[in-house]
């Protein structure tokens, strides 16, 4: 459920029409809701609460927003991170640092530091090179870095393959079956308080079961750790959860999630971690555009949006399905490819989509977009990087600007000797 809907034939975002927004701040344009954030935030929590204190983190690549970030802040979440960009982020918002968790394969030398200076609460090591680099680190800065070892259980997750991460090619995390020799290694060294394990098979999932087997494979691995003496007191499951991205789909809520989890980790006597994103934000957030005009084609018009591709990149990259609606429904629809600006072919938002009626100049939006939306936008094509706004009840604040290609032009310099 989300507060994106039609009250007198405008769609509005909680309280607010949408073409208020699109006069005011111009399109394409993200809006977030508030109330949506919120509420899908003290569902997960909700739902996780029986497992006793869950450690909640926010995946902050899914929407790194700072007002975004600020609103999970204060429903008690913390951050798992993927760069120093983002933990500055989340400390920015208002997150602790102690419950700011680090992930990644490519954590620098320089972000390692800066994760140990701002004290965040754990390192999710994505190797034994990493853990001993993080070790010498730590040590030299006469530090301890609490961390776990992030494993690779060689599960498919049954999602599109470049959001599959716990495969066994894949470059995330170390095979379930090295896990135990590293996890020892790595416990003799003195910068390092290693205390768990962490695990995350990929996004998008429409099945728990992919999840299930994963856990089940963690919790052997803890038995096997404990019985050689070892100490195990966090494991972070990851995040992963499906939300439906085409209205009547259905995906396992946060409820069934928890139950399966409830079962799979009884009797760990851990805390349990989770990095949930797009269950969070994903149907907080539309990407509202306009029409620039609707062109004759050999089978189908083409409408073309003024978002593009590099706004919006998920269908042109995994060729992912967002609902597309009218602002003012008619109540005619059309079939038609809805394509945007960008000189190529792969700029097409959908094919053949039988959706309301478009006209040059109407108003539209894509659904589902408050995750991995404004977050992955680029500048290609020389076109700026879209604004966002907040609503909150019937008030609204801009909170990114958009950035015209001239801000993104003077970053650039011809050097002397071409002038
Ligand atoms: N934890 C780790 C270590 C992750 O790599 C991710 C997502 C998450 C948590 C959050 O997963 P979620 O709960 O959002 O599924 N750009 C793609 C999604 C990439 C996800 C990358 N990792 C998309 O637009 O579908």
């Known amino acids: 459920m989300n507060h994106f809907e039609l009250r007198g034939g405008i ?32 569902i997960f929590r909700d739902a996780l609460a029986p497992l006793g204190n869950p450690w909640l983190a926010f995946a902050v690549k899914a929407n790194p927003n700072l007002a975004v970030l600020r609103v999970l802040a204060r429903e008690g979440y913390g951050a798992d991170v993927v760069s120093a960009g983002e933990l500055d982020r989340a ?17 620098t030398g320089a972000e390692l530091a800066h994760g140990l200076k701002s004290g965040i609460g754990q390192f999710n ?38 959001i599959s991460t716990g495969k066994k090619d894949s470059k995330f995390g170390v095979s379930i079956g090295d896990a135990a020799s590293v996890y020892h290694r790595l416990e003799r060294e003195a910068g390092l308080a290693i205390r768990g394990i962490a695990v995350h098979i990929g996004s998008q999932l429409a099945s728990l079961a992919p999840l299930e087997r994963a856990f089940e494979k963690v919790g052997r691995l803890i038995a096997e750790l404990r019985a050689a003496g070892s100490c195990i007191s966090h494991v972070d499951l990851g995040g992963g959860l499906g939300v439906p991205y085409k209205a009547g789909d259905s995906y396992p809520d946060p409820s069934d999630y928890a139950a399966m989890v409830m079962r799979v ?10 990095e ?4 969070i934000a994903g149907n907080a957030g539309v990407l509202l555009s306009r029409v620039i005009r609707v062109k004759r084609g050999a089978q189908r018009p083409f409408v073309v949006m003024d978002a593009a591709m590099n706004d919006l990149a998920r269908p042109a990259m995994y060729g992912a399905w967002h609902d597309i609606d009218a602002v003012a429904p008619d109540g005619a629809t059309m079939t038609a490819h809805i394509v945007g600006p960008i000189c190529e072919t792969g700029d097409t938002f959908a094919t053949d989509r039988t959706c309301d009626r478009l006209e040059a100049g109407d108003l539209a939006v894509f659904r589902t977009a408050g995750a991995y939306g404004a977050t992955m936008a680029s500048s290609y094509n020389s076109r700026g990087f879209v604004p ?3 609503v909150d009840g019937d008030r609204f604040a801009v909170v990114a600007d958009r950035i015209a290609p ?14």
């Not at 949930?276 to 269950?279: A, D, E, K, L, Q």
Request: net charge negative.
């Open 406 to 419: 001239a801000a993104i032009m003077q970053a650039e310099r011809v050097p002397d000797w071409l002038t």
């Open 388 to 390: 966002e706004v907040l």
């Open 91 to 107: 400390i920015a918002a208002g997150m602790e640092p102690g419950t700011i968790v680090f992930s990644g394969v490519g954590k």
């Open 265 to 274: 980790t009884h009797g760990w006597g851990v805390r349990l971690m989770f």
């Open 125 to 162: 090591v994505e190797s034994e090179e990493e853990g001993f680099e993080l070790a010498a680190i730590a040590a030299r800065m006469d530090r301890k870095a609490d961390c776990a070892l992030r494993v690779n259980p060689d599960v498919d997750a049954g999602t599109h393959e470049k």
């Open 276 to 279: 949930p994103g797009r269950v």
């Open 11 to 42: 769609l509005h975002a909680e309280d607010v029409p949408l073409p208020e927004i699109a006069d005011a701040v111009g399109t394409p344009v993200y809006v977030y809701s508030r109330a949506t954030l919120m509420r899908h935030a003290r």
